[in-house]
């Protein structure tokens, strides 16, 4: 993940640019609009087969992202939120994105994403804010089932190594936690940089109450729960 400490400039103009934030109390245990984490892994059966050894749930088989390069399987952590383990689809051409996670030597957290409600809303204030920006795009995966998800995401040019993405689900797709395996529970999330204070504050302006931590460089930090008293902490 990029270095939070080296994009300073950025986050300043972040954090002062989009104007009369939410203010926010302290954060909770797991941020209101965390949609989903995602565990990179250079193979996908590997990948489950590390969560089902520390949480006793098995993850099922999502399907595949067309030209991206990547497969999932799935887990939900509660109500509208859930696990993507994400690898490399070998039946599909590299990129950067499946490169990246070939790369990896173990699983670790690679992304978040959050869901502020209208992206078109949220998209214009981005742009009022002069805050540069990717989308809204147009997603989509076949499940096993043949049914197809919809999903529209923005991705911050510059995240700042911590910074979620943000995803609005299509009216007529079913949220992933709701039919995937269930038996897990996210009961801590949390980010992390260098920087804790900017970082709340840019947080802050962006209405996501996620807990803040100290650390080198950014990071990302959840505490899942399982079957039998099973308890796994996942970092990037």
């Known amino acids: 993940m990029a270095d939070i400490s080296s994009r300073r400039s950025f986050l300043a103009a972040f954090g002062a640019a989009l104007i009369s934030p939410r203010l926010l109390g302290k954060a ?35 399907g595949v992202h067309p030209g991206r390069g990547t497969q999932n399987a799935l887990l ?25 996670l070939r790369g990896l030597k173990a699983p670790r957290l690679v992304e978040w994403a959050a869901h502020p409600g209208n992206l078109d809303q949220f998209a214009a204030r981005l742009r009022s804010a002069g805050i540069a920006f990717e989308g809204p795009q147009g997603g989509s995966r076949k499940r096993p089932d043949g049914r197809v998800l919809q999903w529209r995401t923005i991705t911050l040019k510059d995240d700042g190594g911590a910074l979620p993405f943000f995803i609005e689900w ?56 399982g079957r039998n008293g099973r308890n796994a902490i996942l970092t990037s």
Do not use: M, W
């Open 28 to 62: 909770e245990a797991v941020p209101a609009l965390l949609d989903h984490i995602l565990l990179g892994c250079s193979d996908l059966e590997s990948g489950v087969r590390f969560i089902e050894e520390r949480l006793g749930v098995r993850a099922a088989f999502g």
């Open 76 to 100: 939900s952590l509660g109500a509208r939120r859930y696990l993507e383990i994400i690898a490399p689809d070998p039946k599909q051409a590299g990129t950067q994105l499946s490169d990246n």
């Open 170 to 225: 299509g009216a007529d797709s079913p949220h992933p936690s709701a039919d995937a395996p269930h038996g897990a529970e996210l009961l801590e999330f949390a980010i992390s940089g260098p920087n804790p204070e900017q970082l709340t504050s840019i947080c802050k302006s962006l209405g996501l109450d996620v807990s803040i931590e100290q650390s080198p460089k950014p990071g990302l930090r959840a505490r899942v729960a």
